[in-house]
């Protein structure tokens, strides 16, 4: 509750920043020259509560509008993707993902185990995402998706968006990640599922590195365990230290248009750039939200 109050103070407090309730939010805060802020969780462990639907609903009248059910461990709701037990839905689960339909909160499976991803699709009567996630055919980590994840989530209408934390679009090779690698994920996912299923998830701040050392090197120590090589590691064996921990062409979210540039350059047309560069998502949150 503090952490959204903060948001909400921050918002407040600089004319800039805009809340987004609404899709229409994000358009005029487009038109006014803002910011536009979508208040989001990576978990779900806060929102437990004996009545599910009164807690979730709660939350939504602050503001909440995404929010995933699991994170990369097991929560109340969900398996994580790095637990190694693939474990479904929980009973909770399901009343949740039922209560988000009801209050229209984004069901995010980026981070969820497979099986509990698709179990969670068959409850959903909105279009689900996959906020920050890459293809595992091209770059194999746990925190990945399959190709039946992306099938499935683009028969409920929903979209993947790709994401450019480094071990996640790195293909244990010494090529360092990077708008290319990156630029693979996009193309990837529009010639499986077409590019009406497409986003960007950069999962970075604003600001350049965007990702805590210790928490980059944890991670790569997590990855190592269980699908191969430390990547933080892998490259600082090749004398690589600041830059490793960032992708080469997309150090922070100024370097959007070399996204759109990348796409244009790989046939994407202007209009199919637009979709993925945020229309895709426009389309799913009208139906969560409007």
Known sequence: VKKIVDYHQSIRS??????VEKTADITDAKKQGKIGIIIGAQSCEFIFHPDLHAS?????????????IGYSHRTFAADGCSTGDDAGL????????DAMNQAGIVVDLSHVGARSTLEAMDCCEK??????????ALFPHPRNITDEQIRRVAEKGGVVGACAFPPIHWDQ??????LESFLDSISYLAELVGVDHVGIGLDSN?????????????MGQGQAAVSGPNY???????GMTDESFYSEGIVN????????DGMLKRGFSQEEARQVLGLNYLRVFEQWWD
């Open 14 to 19: 600089c004319p800039e920043l805009t809340l």
């Open 56 to 68: 979730t609903d709660v939350f939504a009248r602050m503001g909440l509008r995404i929010m995933q």
């Open 90 to 97: 929980t009973s909770h689960g399901k009343v949740l993902v």
């Open 127 to 136: 279009p689900p995402i996959f906020s920050h996630s890459n293809p595992i």
């Open 173 to 178: 090779t010494d090529r360092r990640p990077g």
């Open 206 to 218: 604003a600001q350049p590195g965007a990702y805590d050392r210790r928490e980059l090197l944890s």
């Open 232 to 238: 933080y590691l892998h490259f600082h064996l090749q």
């Open 253 to 260: 979210l100024a370097n959007l248009p070399n996204i759109t």
